[in-house]
């Protein structure tokens, strides 16, 4: 499954004419799901980052319990305002 989900970022993001940029939000403290997350979407920190494809963005929010909730609210509506403005933007140009 790892593979497929792989194989199927790299299509969209070399789709012709107009590339799919992939943007992903980790919640959590799973090292090999937050490595795969950023794969995914292409993200700078990424081990497996490929510079001539679209450079998506990982967003990453380690606790969504207990005293964390607050803060998890708050990383989450700033990763969301994020993506949405990076889409609106893409909409535009």
Do not use: H, W
């Amino acid at each position: 499954a790892t593979y497929r989900a792989i194989q199927t970022a790299i299509a969209m993001r070399t789709e012709a004419p107009i590339p799919t940029y992939i943007y992903t939000i980790g919640l959590g403290t799973n090292t090999t799901a937050t490595d795969l997350l950023k794969q995914l979407a292409n993200d700078p920190s990424s081990a497996n980052y490929i510079k001539t494809q679209p450079q998506g963005e990982f967003f990453y929010i380690e606790s969504c319990t207990g005293s964390g909730l607050a803060n998890c609210k708050t990383q989450l509506n700033t990763a969301f305002q994020t993506i949405a403005a990076k889409v609106l933007l893409r909409l535009t140009q």
